[in-house]
């Protein structure tokens, strides 16, 4: 991939350096005929858009996805890609920017906060709702925060070591937000964790919740198995599931329960669970609310997904626990071992339940 300089006022020995990775999303479209979609441009459409970028004192190199995408064209190789570019240039920059569309970013900043590991320097991953030639446009606010982020460090220490999401005026951890909103300019929540930072006149960190790795080294992964397959439980389904057929289940399973992890008493739900369970697939529960947490065998009604050996997931989102499959199936071996690493925590995804769950 192409690197290029952003002229900026950084002088010839720049205090901090920053690679922006530009993978497409509304931020950088536009509507080539009225009334017509949107598609995404080049970066030096976004470049002459923010001319603010020449004034920052710090280095600037893009590169970009070619082409730019819509994000819901972006997955798995996508997610292992910028793993590597980010991986081979780790200790050529203080930090890195991910601009990226905000239908999938959740999915991508879960997924590397996988495979980055031991990361400590700052990774924060931004989008827009608006296109940046757009006059209310967010995509300024966000790029220009996020590349401060990024460049933030304290006693020569970057003050981020993690992936993280920056988007209307909060820092999120990566592996803990979800999209919630498609027409307002605070698409993203995190329920379960509360935000990083805080964006007003100054940057404040919430700096009790910052990720620290217990890693001693950087290193990244390149193996994921996105061949897992997700169900969204809902009332009545046993007849959906019907003639079914598993032959060739998916190498790991997802649950969509209700509440804290329940599932409706239906023999033909249950029995197809449990069949997944025999042929050794992982059955991850996690909750369709976005707040709280699956805590099997509260309810009567959840009592018999341990009783068949499915997964407890926890406070985790969708996001990061179908990443977190992807990863676990990719790293381990075996059944057992797969089930094991689901259930630990790898990079703040999750509340540790220790040996409750194990
Ligand atoms: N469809 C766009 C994308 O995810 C939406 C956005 O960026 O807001 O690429």
Redo the contacts with the bound molecule.
């Keep these: 991939m192409e690197f290029l300089s952003l002229e900026t006022q950084a002088q010839s020995n720049p205090e901090r350096s920053i690679l922006m990775i530009y993978t497409?999303?509304?931020?950088g479209m536009i509507r080539t005929e009225p009334g017509g979609p949107l598609k995404p441009l080049n970066f030096e459409n976004l470049r002459k858009n923010i001319p603010e970028l020449s004034n920052l004192s710090i280095d600037v190199q893009v590169c970009s996805f070619s082409p730019p995408l819509?994000?819901?064209d972006i997955g798995p190789d996508h997610w292992l890609e910028l793993a590597k570019l980010i991986g081979n240039h780790y200790h050529d920059f203080d930090g890195f920017v991910i601009l990226h569309?905000?239908?999938?970013l959740a999915y991508t900043s879960s997924c590397l906060s996988f495979l980055l590991k031991g990361l400590r320097k700052p990774v924060v991953m931004t989008?827009?709702?608006l296109p940046i030639g757009f006059q209310r446009t967010d995509a300024r606010n966000n790029i220009i925060t996020a590349l401060e982020i990024a460049s933030c460090y304290e006693d020569d220490k970057p003050v981020v070591q993690e992936v993280a999401v920056y988007f209307d005026y909060l820092l999120f951890r990566g592996n803990r937000v979800s999209k919630i909103e498609s027409h307002q300019f605070d698409a993203y929540s995190s329920e379960n964790y509360p935000p990083l930072a805080k964006v007003g006149v100054d940057i404040s960190f919430n700096q009790a919740f910052l990720f620290n790795t217990p890693e001693k080294e950087f290193s990244y992964s390149q193996s994921l198995d996105p061949n897992v397959a997700a169900l969204r439980i809902y009332p009545g389904m046993e007849r959906g599931l019907e003639g079914m057929l598993m032959e060739n289940p998916p190498k790991g399973m997802i649950i969509e329960s209700f509440g804290s992890g329940n599932i409706p008493n239906e023999k033909g739900l249950i029995d197809f669970l449990e069949g997944l369970i025999k042929k050794e697939v992982p059955v991850l529960n996690l909750s369709q609310c976005p707040g709280g947490e699956v805590n099997q065998g509260k309810y009567q009604a959840s009592k018999v997904l341990n009783d068949i050996g499915v997964l407890d997931g926890s406070d985790l989102s969708f996001e990061a626990g179908l990443t977190k499959m992807m990863y676990c199936i990719g790293n381990n071996n075996g059944y057992e071992n797969i089930c094991k690493a689901v259930l630990s925590p790898i990079s703040g995804e999750m509340k540790d339940n220790g040996s409750k769950r194990l």
Excluded: I, R
């Design positions: 497409g999303g509304t931020l819509d994000s819901s569309g905000t239908d999938t989008g827009a709702q």
